[in-house]
């Protein structure tokens, strides 16, 4: 059953957004000005809400990546994996104050130093398919791997910890 989002317009405080669930909770977010957001679940028939969460705006945008499934490992990827026998896919997160922030794939040399290819950067708004050597690893982004399993550990590692060659 799909529920109507049903849109308010706010003045001076921005958009409410707000649909029925198929088992009758209704959820509301408010999407502020600033951008900020306010998330509001009731139960079936209730006035009061049972929770109330605030987001800022990258964190709405994470939640709502998550919720539609972006960070979901599709099926079919564990049916490749099956086909490349060795090889594995991951989609590895880059960490965090990671020293790879700001450098090219190429200045970090991954496959030479670890044998994992980045075949992909998944990051808002755009993802980089067909990942090339000059593309610049940014933060918050995930990167789409190829390698053997036993490589992983190794590239985590470096991910995370470095060394990079100084540029």
């Not at 529920?3 to 308010?8: D, G, H, L, P, W």
Request: with cysteine.
């Amino acid at each position: 059953m799909h529920s109507e989002v049903k849109e308010t317009r706010l003045p001076g405080v921005g958009t409410k957004f707000s649909f029925e669930t198929a088992h009758g909770a209704r959820v509301t977010v408010i999407q502020h000005v600033d951008g900020t957001r306010e998330l509001y679940l009731f139960g079936r028939g209730e006035d009061e809400p049972r929770a109330v969460l605030h987001l800022e705006d990258d964190e709405s945008r994470q939640l709502g990546a998550v919720l539609g499934g972006a960070y979901e490992r599709p099926k079919i990827v564990d049916d490749l994996e099956m086909a490349l026998g060795e090889l594995a896919i991951e989609w590895v997160p880059v960490p965090a104050g990671s020293p790879a922030i700001g450098r090219s794939l190429a200045d970090c040399a991954f496959r030479a130093r670890t044998g994992i290819t980045i075949i992909a950067i998944l990051r808002d708004p755009e993802p980089v398919s067909g990942a090339q050597p000059n593309d610049v690893i940014q933060e918050g982004d995930t990167l789409v791997t190829v390698g053997k399993l036993g490589q992983y550990g190794a590239f985590r590692k470096l991910l995370a910890e470095g060394p990079f060659p100084s540029s």
